[in-house]
């Protein structure tokens, strides 16, 4: 029988619904199994720890073969809003948090928020900018020091 899983880290490189739910959901299923998480947000994925995006995450229409919509149809003016619209409603009746609360729900069982040092600059990013349960903004070998000894998951 394999070791049980004690850590895990995970990296949110999408700044979109269908991007960074899974990495929510992993990280809150771990923290309520006792397990160890850091979340490591990183390119569009730090919208999610952004004071003044994390509020505004869409869907993403275009080329989501998921929502089996033509890409010219996704990319009509006023669909993105209205598919967002439509999936946070269905995640409100099935008691789903929204980012925001979900990235503080998340916080307050102890799991780690890091944002990435390369992304940060790169954005033009500083811990002002972010909210206030993260805990810092670290490189990339820093984040790999977190880490040792658990589980990478990269969504």
Known sequence: MPDPIEKVSIILSKGSLEGLYPGL??????????????????????????????????????????????????????????????????MEALDIPSIPEFVEMIADTGAGLYGCKASCDLFDLAMEDLIDQVKDIITVGEFYELAAGGQIIFT
Request: avoid cysteine; charged fraction near 10%.
């Open 25 to 90: 959901i992993m990280a809150n299923g771990a923290r309520a199994e006792g397990i160890e998480a850091n979340l490591f947000f990183t390119f569009f994925g730090l919208d999610a720890i952004h004071q003044a995006r994390h509020d505004h995450i869409k869907l993403a229409t275009v080329g989501n073969p998921g929502l089996h919509l033509a890409t010219v149809a996704g990319g009509l003016p006023g669909v993105s809003t209205a598919m967002t619209h439509y999936m946070n409603h269905k």
